[in-house]
């Protein structure tokens, strides 16, 4: 079974993305944070408004969509020390002082 690489440099905020045949490259913009009191993380792509995103209820916290294009611009997890990986949440900057996600 192959597998797929991910490569996330958040210092550029960006994500690139390799497929399993190695032929094609996609770059996402992604800004994060991680707030370790609340054990929540929020991961928000490229085309995130929200003024107008449409946030659905998942098992692991929120997703939220475009409205037009139904496309996946923010995560949003809860219990996220439970779910994503450690090295992942430790890149994570905590969110701005008074600001949630």
Known sequence: MATEA???SLG???LVRVDDAGLSIK???IQGHYDEDADIAWLR???YDSDRVVAEEVDFGLRELDPDE???VGLE???A???LPAELLEMLPAPPLGVAG
């Open 12 to 14: 550029e905020e960006e």
């Open 27 to 29: 770059r996402v913009r």
């Open 81 to 83: 020390s439970e779910i």
């Open 70 to 72: 139904r496309r996946v």
């Open 77 to 79: 997890y809860w219990r």
């Open 6 to 8: 991910i490569t996330v």
């Open 45 to 47: 792509f490229e085309g």
